[in-house]
Nanobody
Framework: QVQLVDSGGGSVKAGGSLTLSCVVS????????LGWFRQVSGQERDWVAT???????????KYADSAKGRFFISQDNAKNALYLRMTSLKPEDSAMYYC?????????????????WGQGTQVTVSS
């Protein structure tokens, strides 16, 4: 069973930075998609960023418009960890952030298409 554990959330002032981490354990198929979503209470879970892996190949990350230029997705293969570095944070970035994975290509941005999820980590940005 694939398990994802995300962490790194916290409180930060507007303009600050945070880096979220997601440790992946268990079996994972050679070709899969990794990403981050976020959700505000009472709203849908929105896509933030994803990238595709096939063996040792890492494809360029894709980002939601709200994240481009500020958020950066990466992976440490040795630690089997996924990261989301967030800079120039804004109050509207406040949300519960979830790491996620699915088998196969990053051919979707729908949260319902992702099979594996972290428990979520809260990010709160104050003005």
């Amino acid at each position: 069973q694939v398990q994802l554990v995300d962490s790194g959330g916290g409180s930060v002032k507007a303009g600050g930075s945070l880096t979220l981490s997601c440790v992946v354990s268990g079996y994972m198929y050679s070709r899969y998609c990794l990403g981050w979503f976020r959700q505000v209470s009472g709203q849908e879970r929105d896509w933030v960023a994803t990238f595709e892996k096939e063996g040792e190949m890492n494809y360029a990350g894709k980002y939601a418009d709200s994240a481009k230029g500020r958020f950066f997705i990466s992976q440490d293969n040795a630690k089997n960890a996924l990261y989301l570095r967030m800079t120039s944070l804004k109050p509207e970035d406040s949300a519960m952030y979830y790491c996620a994975a699915k088998v196969g290509a990053c051919d979707t941005r729908r949260s319902t298409d992702f099979t594996y999820w972290g428990q979520g980590t809260q990010v709160t940005v104050s003005s």
